[in-house]
């Protein structure tokens, strides 16, 4: 499948395997997108990158093939659900992350105080 992301402004190519993954789908993810850079991309755009879908996968295979690089991501999907609480953990994992996410950029984004301030503060 071929889309494009407007925010990013790029190509995404969407490869779905019905197994698990292997190295062996990298290159066929990879020709699509030297293709699509080569002939496709237009003028202001981002080079495409890859996703390939895989009912399940081993960290460890993915690492080595240091695919990011390349424009190339890996994820499973899933083929039951889990159970409720496991479900339930996770979102809650994932609200988590994104809040501290959020504050930590927040924080970075946020204009630091000259130290006058900062000691006015302080002695009230």
Not at 11 to 25: S, T
Not at 37 to 63: F, M, N, W, Y
Not at 103 to 111: H, L
Request: hydrophobic residues 40%.
């Amino acid at each position: 499948m071929l889309f494009y992301h407007r925010r990013l402004r790029r190509l995404v190519v969407i490869e779905l395997k019905i197994g698990d993954f292997k190295p062996a789908n990298v290159g066929q993810v990879e020709l699509y997108l030297r293709w699509l850079d080569r002939h496709e991309r237009q003028e202001g755009e981002e080079k495409p990158i890859g996703l390939i879908l895989c009912a399940g996968k081993k960290r460890e295979t993915v690492e080595v093939l240091e695919l990011e690089p390349r424009g190339i991501h890996v994820a499973e999907y899933l083929t039951e659900l889990p159970p409720r609480e496991l479900l339930q953990q996770r979102l809650h994992e994932a609200v988590v992350r994104t809040r501290l996410r959020l504050e930590q950029q927040a924080a970075d984004a946020a204009p630091a105080k000259p130290a006058s301030a900062r000691k006015k503060k302080e002695e009230k």
